[in-house]
C-alpha cells in the first residue's frame, strides 16, 4: 500500500537548508499497524506530513496504492486526502463553535455529500467511537478524551483506508490514552492501515511494528512489543493495535 524509496525532504530558510529527512524507505502494507517513533525533531512528523500528502518530498518516490504521489496534481492530493486517509493530530482540531457531530460532518461537507447523507454517516462515526450520545455537545463541554475521540470519529467519516495518528495521546492522561489506542486497534481490527507517530515506546509496543527514526534516518526496525525494551519498561507487552 506505502511504498517510500529514498526520500528526502530538505526545508530552505534562506539562510541555511535543514534535511528532516536523508534518504527514507519503508514500506507498509495494506491492514498493517505501524508506529513511527523517535525524539523530537528526529523527522517523523514531517514523514507523517508526506505519507498524509500534507506534504511533498524534496528528492526519492512516494507510492500510495501503486500511484507516485510525487506526480499528482494539488487537487490530486486533496481528493486523495479526502478519501483513502483519515488523520488524527495530538491536539484534535475541532472546530470550537460546532457541536462533535458537525465536527464529524466536515470532511463530507467538502466533499459535497448531502446533508441527511452526511448527517447519518457522521452519527455512524460517533457511535462507532462510543460517543453518539454526546452528538450535540460542543468541544469545550467534552474532556481531552472525547475531544480525541470526536476527532477520530471525523477521520472514520469518510470511509479511508488509511489511519494517520500524529501523537494521538500527546494531550491525555494514561486512562484516556489507553482507551484511544483501543479504539485504533479496533480499527485495525477491522482492516484499515493504522499509522501511528509517538515519542512513547509504550505506544509503540502496542502496535504490530515499529519504525525508529532519529536525524532524519531510520535506525531500527522490529516487532512492536520490542519498542518498549527502548526504556525497559514492561508496560508495551500485551495486546496490540
Not at 94 to 103: H, I, S
Not at 158 to 186: F, R, V
Request: glycine residues 12%; contains cysteine.
Amino acid at each position: 500500500m506505502i511504498v517510500v524509496e529514498d526520500v528526502e525532504k530538505i526545508y530552505d530558510t534562506g539562510i541555511v537548508q535543514v534535511a528532516a529527512l536523508r534518504g527514507v524507505s519503508l514500506n507498509i502494507g495494506s491492514g498493517e499497524s505501524v508506529s513511527v517513533i523517535g525524539p523530537s525533531g528526529s523527522g517523523k512528523s514531517t514523514l507523517m506530513n508526506i505519507l498524509g500528502c500534507l506534504d511533498r518530498p524534496t528528492r526519492g518516490n512516494y507510492f500510495l496504492d501503486g500511484r507516485l504521489v510525487n506526480e499528482l496534481s494539488d487537487d490530486e492530493l486533496a481528493g486523495v486526502r479526502n478519501k483513502k486517509i483519515g488523520f488524527v493530530f495530538q491536539t484534535f482540531n475541532l472546530l470550537p463553535r460546532v457541536t462533535a457531530l458537525e465536527n464529524v460532518e466536515l470532511p463530507l461537507v467538502y466533499s459535497g455529500v448531502q446533508p441527511a447523507v452526511r448527517r447519518e454517516r457522521a452519527l455512524s462515526a460517533l457511535e462507532t467511537v462510543g460517543l453518539g450520545e454526546r452528538a450535540n455537545h460542543r468541544p469545550n463541554e467534552l474532556s481531552g478524551g472525547q475531544a480525541q475521540r470526536v476527532a477520530i470519529a471525523r477521520a472514520l467519516v469518510t470511509e479511508p483506508s488509511i489511519i494517520l495518528a500524529d501523537e494521538p495521546t500527546g494531550n491525555l492522561d494514561t486512562k484516556s490514552g489507553l482507551e484511544i489506542i483501543g479504539i485504533l486497534k479496533e480499527l485495525h481490527e477491522q482492516g484499515i492501515t493504522v499509522v501511528v507517530v509517538t515519542h512513547n515506546p509504550e505506544i509503540a509496543a502496542k502496535t504490530e511494528r515499529f519504525i525508529e527514526i532519529k536525524d532524519g534516518l531510520i535506525v531500527r526496525e522490529g516487532k512492536g512489543a520490542d519498542a518498549g525494551k527502548m526504556t525497559g519498561s514492561e508496560e508495551g507487552k500485551g495486546e496490540g493495535i
